[in-house]
């Protein structure tokens, strides 16, 4: 099937196939990447590192059953942003209903605009005051006659507005809770996020049910890991082919960056790399 490239990590590209984030950690070093909101995937079966600039595909939509890693992916892309961007740069929000997903990343208070939010309650409430922020920033922006809050920052060091990331580990949680508005304010932000700086890193084991028609219509770059079966794959890609994938890091990824989805083998991220971090 010509939407399943071949790829081959290792001779048998099995589920031992590991590759280690340190590989785009020291591209991006030695100033061959830029690490500025870089999300890492993974690499291709020719060992090139590809990696989502959220500059340019400004939210993420990343879907897989369980132990599939949509959860390394995330890990990494946390752990990625903590280390190339400071503080004063880039904030984030982190809405985890599943409890556990950001139990590894300890003292990162200076970069949380919330403590790391595990109630749906809370989350909606969070949600809420960003479309609000977003807001507030449009009305600066337009007032000071800039289209981008990069260009507003780049003229006014001693008053930036950082970038914001949110992270939301089970979007099937906060359908749940609220469907109709949950949607309807992460439809807000997609639609007017651009200028102001904001993305949305969204993943969910339960595609099929939890990513609505807006949601995948506003995601520009799409990852599909390991799916149940083929209605899960078409609700993420509008395709099948990612029932077929193998696991443990297996993806078919759609980005404006190429014509056609890619199949990459994710970064992995140890213990000890997160434990390397000054956390």
């Known amino acids: 099937m010509e939407y399943m490239p071949k790829v081959d990590i290792n001779k048998k590209r099995g589920y031992d196939a590991i590759v280690p984030i340190k590989r785009m950690w020291s591209e991006i ?4 990447i830029d690490g500025r909101l870089c999300v890492p995937l993974g690499e291709n079966n020719q060992g090139r590192g590809e990696c989502i600039k959220l ?12 132990l599939s890693g949509v959860g390394m992916f995330r890990r990494v892309a946390l752990a990625t942003l903590l280390k190339f961007n400071k503080p004063e740069d880039l904030k984030f929000i982190l809405i985890d209903p599943l409890y556990i997903s950001f139990a590894d990343f300890k003292n990162i208070d ?3 605009l919330f403590p790391i939010i595990t109630q749906s309650n809370e989350a909606v409430k969070s ?3 960003l479309n609000s922020e977003i807001d507030a920033r449009m009305v600066l922006l337009n007032g000071k006659k800039y289209r981008y809050i990069d260009e507003y920052n780049d003229a006014n060091l001693k008053d930036k507005k950082p970038n914001i990331v949110v992270f939301i580990t089970e ?3 906060l359908i749940d809770f609220d469907s109709k508005g949950a949607d309807k304010l992460i439809t807000r932000i ?3 996020s651009k200028c102001a700086g904001v993305h949305l890193i969204i993943n969910t084991q339960r595609a099929s049910s939890s990513v609505t028609g807006l949601i995948k219509a506003h995601a520009t770059a799409k990852i599909a890991f390991k799916a149940g079966d083929e209605t899960e794959s ?5 395709k099948s082919g990612a029932e077929k994938l193998l696991g443990q890091g297996d993806m078919l990824v759609e980005s404006s960056q190429w014509n056609k989805a890619q199949r990459l083998q994710g970064y992995y991220l140890s213990d000890e790399d997160i434990q390397g971090l000054v956390f």
Do not use: P, R, T
């Not at 070093?29 to 061959?32: A, C, D, H, R, T």
């Open 29 to 32: 070093e030695n100033g061959i």
């Open 55 to 66: 500059g340019k595909d400004l939210h993420i939509l990343a879907a897989g059953e369980m």
């Open 110 to 112: 200076d970069y949380l």
């Open 127 to 129: 949600l809420e005051w």
């Open 171 to 173: 979007l099937g949680e």
């Open 190 to 192: 997609f639609q007017l």
């Open 234 to 238: 078409i609700s993420i890609l509008s």
